[in-house]
Antibody
Framework: QLQLQESGPGLVKPSETLSLTCTVS??????????WGWIRQPSGKGLEWIGS???????YYNPSLKSRVTISVDTSKNQFSLKLSFVTAADTAVYYC????????????WGQGTLVTVSS | EIVLTQSPGTLSLSPGERATLSCRAS???????LAWYQQKPGQAPRLLIY???SRATGIPDRFSGSGSGTDFTLTISRLEPEDFAVYYC????????FGQGTKLEIK
């Protein structure tokens, strides 16, 4: 059974870079035609798609975040990562990693999510 | 950006009743790339429906999706106690956007 698990700092300072990693277990990140992506959810609010990457190297980003986002894949570790630069309090959210069947969805399974707070 | 508007914001029903949730898009959703998710407090969303009407693996057949173009519906034919949650629609045909959610609560 495929499982995803997010990891990374829970607290990031304003203007710095948020870095998260998603570890995939129960299957290979490069064995199938899936995309590996990130979605976030501010507390008590809705969901926002951040972006995704195909293991072969193509990345796709939400236009509203594109200038600050980088998603990468490490097939040797069966992981993929998110970097979001120049963060502000508005980037405080639960960040989920998920497998997508196409560039931007549908998404299943999901990781349990990790809360990242942007504060000095 | 395609804006998805879900209605109602909150739906109060009793177990055994039928639930009808709506998702309207600001422009046509390409290829019917519309999904529905269920989210319970403290949990990640769970995929219910994709391609507007296909049930995801393991999803009970009381959940069904319909619609095309700009109007989509999620129907739960007979509510079970575990169905009370927040439901989101998502379009993934042009980048991706989510609706603001419908909270299904026990009456």
């Amino acid at each position: 059974q495929l499982q995803l698990q997010e990891s990374g700092p829970g607290l990031v300072k304003p203007s710095e870079t948020l870095s998260l990693t998603c570890t995939v277990s129960g299957g290979s990140i490069s064995s199938s035609n899936y995309y590996w992506g990130w979605i976030r959810q501010p507390s008590g609010k809705g969901l926002e798609w951040i972006g995704s990457m195909y293991y072969g190297g193509s990345a796709y980003y939400n236009p509203s975040l594109k200038s600050r986002v980088t998603i990468s894949v490490d097939t040797s570790k069966n992981q993929f990562s998110l970097k979001l630069s120049f963060v502000t309090a508005a980037d405080t959210a639960v960040y989920y990693c998920a497998r997508h069947s196409t560039v931007a969805g549908p998404s299943t399974p999901w990781g349990q999510g990790t809360l990242v707070t942007v504060s000095s | 950006e395609i804006v998805l508007t879900q209605s109602p914001g909150t739906l109060s029903l009793s177990p055994g009743e039928r639930a009808t949730l709506s998702c309207r898009a600001s422009q046509s959703v390409s290829s019917g790339y519309l999904a529905w998710y269920q989210q319970k407090p403290g949990q990640a969303p769970r995929l219910l429906i994709y391609g507007a009407s296909s049930r995801a693996t393991g999803i009970p057949d009381r959940f069904s999706g319909s619609g095309s173009g700009t109007d989509f519906t999620l129907t739960i034919s007979r509510l079970e106690p575990e169905d009370f949650a927040v439901y989101y629609c998502q379009q993934y045909g042009t980048s991706s956007t989510f609706g603001q959610g419908t909270k299904l609560e026990i009456k």
